[in-house]
């Protein structure tokens, strides 16, 4: 139960700083990766503190630690090599990031605020997730005979 409020907390505590950054405002992300025109460098300091949070509890708790502190293990990516499937899907992520101005944990957010826009963005996310699940099977079925 105490692990399950510690999630729930920090979940909020994360949802909150998406707001108040700022990164569930469509306008201020496409304005943060518009660098070739009115370009709004305001989110850099966001990635930059979100980033060194990250790599001072990295640094420190990672190499003492046998597990996670709320998980039963550390789930680290196995893949080591950059191969098609990565980067059509890091083209479809950028793409739809800066179509959209969303990005799946700011877009799940901004539902919060009823905006048409986060609606859509979380229907077509769920839908393109969906259809990658469903092209995976049928192109695992043709390899298997």
Do not use: Q
């Not at 518009?34 to 790599?55: I, R």
């Not at 098609?84 to 605020?113: D, R, Y």
């Amino acid at each position: 139960m105490i692990k399950n409020l510690i999630i729930v907390f920090l979940g909020v505590l994360f949802a909150i700083g998406l707001g108040v950054s700022k990164m569930t405002n469509p306008s201020k992300v496409i304005g943060f990766l518009d660098v070739t025109g009115n370009w709004d460098p305001s989110l850099a300091f966001v990635m930059a503190g979100a980033m060194t949070v990250y790599l001072i509890g990295y640094k420190l708790l990672f190499p003492k630690l046998s597990k996670p502190i709320l998980a039963f293990r550390f789930y680290l990516p196995t893949l080591i090599h950059i191969d098609k499937k990565l980067i059509i899907g890091s083209l479809l992520f950028g793409i739809g990031w800066g179509l959209a101005g969303f990005c799946p944990g700011p877009g799940l957010v901004a539902l919060a605020s009823s905006h048409l826009e986060a609606i859509y963005f979380v229907i077509s996310m769920i839908l393109g997730v969906a259809i990658y699940h469903w092209l995976s099977e049928e192109y695992s079925d043709m390899m298997d005979g």
